[in-house]
């Protein structure tokens, strides 16, 4: 046999083995088709719709996010309503459209071979309703699309809550057949699933859908190899509620405590309303309990500032009791130590913008007769350089006179020493109070300090967090 005569045959059998793969309709009526399909189609419905055993059957995948229903932090879940579109073809099946008098025709779902392509993440069964019909299109390919309601695992990360963006996973693969089986084919781009998906979206809660990346990939095990294609969903959550039930209200609790310093020191008031402040802080963080992520994957950053707000109050109201004690008490303290009183007199006082005041170290005591003058002093003078001038010739009645004058000179020493005790000891107290002061209102900076140095760190992280970047 020639060349020829070789192409020639080869051209009528295939000819011959396509006119056999097509349906002829006895007429262009439903009827006729579905005999048609009951003939030659529905009887195979058993096995891959393959012309040999060794090839594959190309499911094409795509999605579509409809609603983005929750996600529940502590089980590491994620909630979503889909709409899934599954394509392939079914070898060898075609038909004339004008012949059977449609191009395309609903089939129950029971009479087709399905691939069974599932969502590898699945972690409940789907509540959605079934549809129990598929398109059958002339050329052979065979449309699926039904809705899913997916609850899927996800690794949540919440420590930038609640300006988080989570990236979760949806692993579209066929549960029993190998790659050499089934071999899973990506759709629609991802850009045209964005586009699609918030066109139809439902739900504008608390996620938004903010792009979706397709990855096929190749599942490599010891009993052999599955293909699949992965979806990532990159979801952000809208930050307004927790912002305005959770941030702003602690923000205003703490600028009270700060302000709180401005009231004295020595006020009672200030320890009380600083334990007012503690307590309001701890109530609305227990209302507020319900609000924040329950997850022991990681600890959220808002948690952080919680912790470090509520360590604040209770370090200033500790300081309070410090400084209050150093105000009432000072009178009952040993005279400030020279270091001491060179550090923060000196010192912290230029530190805090207060002006050192100069030391008194020596006091002059003036004793004076309450109601004499020049005259009685004079007096005084000379009965005093008489007694002495008369020492010497001393008499019963003089004794008892130099006795007398002998205990007035103990007396008056004995207040003199009285009074150096207290003039010392007013000096003390003043020592002490003005440390008291100075202490205050370091720590007052340093907690101004701590503060905007905490505020600034978080809110850099949340900001560079709340920004996407593929």
């Given at each position: 046999?020639?060349?020829?005569?070789?192409?020639?045959?080869?051209?009528?059998?295939?000819?011959?083995?396509?006119?056999?793969?097509?349906?002829?309709?006895?007429?262009?009526?439903?009827?006729?088709?579905?005999?048609?399909?009951?003939?030659?189609?529905?009887?195979?419905?058993?096995?891959?719709?393959?012309?040999?055993?060794?090839?594959?059957?190309?499911?094409?995948?795509?999605?579509?996010?409809?609603?983005?229903?929750?996600?529940?932090?502590?089980?590491?879940?994620?909630?979503?309503?889909?709409?899934?579109?599954?394509?392939?073809?079914?070898?060898?099946?075609?038909?004339?459209?004008?012949?059977?008098?449609?191009?395309?025709?609903?089939?129950?779902?029971?009479?087709?071979?399905?691939?069974?392509?599932?969502?590898?993440?699945?972690?409940?069964?789907?509540?959605?309703?079934?549809?129990?019909?598929?398109?059958?299109?002339?050329?052979?390919?065979?449309?699926?699309?039904?809705?899913?309601?997916?609850?899927?695992?996800?690794?949540?990360?919440?420590?930038?809550?609640?300006?988080?963006?989570?990236?979760?996973?949806?692993?579209?693969?066929?549960?029993?057949?190998?790659a050499t089986d089934?071999?899973?084919?990506?759709?629609?781009?991802?850009?045209?699933?964005?586009?699609?998906?918030?066109?139809?979206?439902?739900?504008?809660?608390?996620?938004?859908?903010?792009?979706?990346?397709?990855?096929?990939?190749?599942?490599?095990?010891?009993?052999?190899?599955?293909?699949?294609?992965?979806?990532?969903?990159?979801?952000?959550?809208?930050?307004?509620?927790?912002?305005?039930?959770?941030?702003?209200?602690?923000?205003?609790?703490?600028?009270?405590?700060?302000?709180?310093?401005?009231?004295?020191?020595?006020?009672?008031?200030?320890?009380?309303?600083?334990?007012?402040?503690?307590?309001?802080?701890?109530?609305?963080?227990?209302?507020?309990?319900?609000?924040?992520?329950?997850?022991?994957?990681?600890t959220p950053l808002?948690?952080?500032?919680?912790?470090?707000?509520?360590?604040?109050?209770?370090?200033?109201?500790?300081?309070?009791?410090?400084?209050?004690?150093?105000?009432?008490?000072?009178?009952?303290?040993?005279?400030?130590?020279?270091?001491?009183?060179?550090?923060?007199?000196?010192?912290?006082?230029?530190?805090?913008?207060?002006?050192?005041?100069?030391?008194?170290?020596?006091?002059?005591?003036?004793?004076?007769?309450?109601?004499?003058?020049?005259?009685?002093?004079?007096?005084?003078?000379?009965?005093?350089?008489?007694?002495?001038?008369?020492?010497?010739?001393?008499?019963?009645?003089?004794?008892?006179?130099?006795h007398e004058l002998?205990?007035?000179?103990?007396?008056?020493?004995?207040?003199?020493?009285?009074?150096?005790?207290?003039?010392?000891?007013?000096?003390?107290?003043?020592?002490?109070?003005?440390?008291?002061?100075?202490?205050?209102?370091?720590?007052?900076?340093?907690?101004?300090?701590?503060?905007?140095?905490?505020?600034?760190?978080?809110?850099?992280?949340?900001?560079?967090?709340?920004?996407?970047?593929?």
């Amino acid at each position: 046999m020639t060349d020829d005569k070789r192409l020639a045959f080869a051209c009528a059998l295939l000819l011959y083995v396509a006119d056999a793969a097509a349906l002829n309709c006895s007429s262009p009526t439903p009827e006729a088709l579905v005999d048609a399909l009951q003939r030659t189609l529905f009887t195979k419905k058993l096995i891959r719709p393959v012309e040999r055993f060794s090839d594959a059957v190309n499911v094409t995948v795509g999605i579509t996010v409809v609603g983005i229903l929750g996600v529940d932090e502590k089980e590491q879940t994620l909630k979503t309503f889909l709409w899934q579109l599954l394509e392939w073809n079914i070898a060898g099946l075609s038909w004339d459209s004008t012949q059977c008098g449609t191009e395309r025709i609903s089939v129950p779902r029971e009479k087709l071979w399905i691939p069974d392509v599932q969502i590898a993440e699945f972690m409940e069964e789907d509540k959605s309703k079934k549809t129990p019909y598929v398109y059958l299109n002339h050329t052979g390919d065979v449309y699926d699309d039904k809705p899913l309601t997916v609850v899927s695992t996800c690794r949540l990360n919440i420590y930038t809550f609640p300006f988080d963006i989570q990236n979760c996973t949806l692993t579209f693969e066929p549960y029993l057949h190998f790659a050499t089986d089934i071999r899973m084919v990506q759709g629609a781009s991802a850009e045209h699933i964005v586009a699609e998906s918030n066109d139809v979206i439902e739900t504008h809660g608390e996620w938004q859908l903010l792009t979706v990346q397709v990855v096929p990939s190749t599942l490599v095990l010891d009993d052999g190899m599955y293909s699949s294609v992965k979806y990532h969903l990159i979801i952000k959550r809208s930050p307004l509620l927790y912002v305005v039930n959770l941030l702003i209200p602690s923000c205003f609790l703490s600028s009270l405590d700060l302000f709180s310093f401005l009231l004295p020191p020595q006020s009672v008031d200030r320890g009380a309303f600083k334990m007012t402040l503690i307590l309001g802080y701890t109530v609305f963080l227990l209302l507020m309990n319900d609000l924040l992520p329950e997850t022991g994957e990681s600890t959220p950053l808002i948690n952080v500032l919680f912790s470090v707000s509520l360590a604040l109050m209770v370090a200033s109201l500790l300081e309070t009791v410090f400084i209050t004690n150093i105000q009432f008490s000072s009178s009952q303290y040993s005279e400030v130590p020279e270091w001491l009183s060179t550090l923060v007199l000196r010192y912290m006082a230029v530190l805090v913008c207060i002006p050192p005041k100069k030391n008194i170290n020596r006091y002059t005591v003036s004793i004076h007769a309450p109601s004499q003058g020049i005259n009685n002093n004079l007096t005084t003078a000379k009965v005093l350089s008489t007694v002495s001038g008369e020492m010497l010739n001393v008499t019963p009645t003089q004794d008892v006179s130099l006795h007398e004058l002998k205990k007035i000179s103990t007396n008056l020493m004995a207040i003199r020493l009285q009074m150096d005790q207290h003039f010392q000891g007013t000096k003390t107290s003043k020592e002490w109070h003005m440390i008291g002061i100075i202490i205050d209102r370091l720590l007052f900076g340093i907690y101004i300090a701590f503060m905007t140095v905490t505020a600034i760190t978080i809110l850099a992280i949340w900001i560079s967090s709340a920004t996407y970047s593929p």
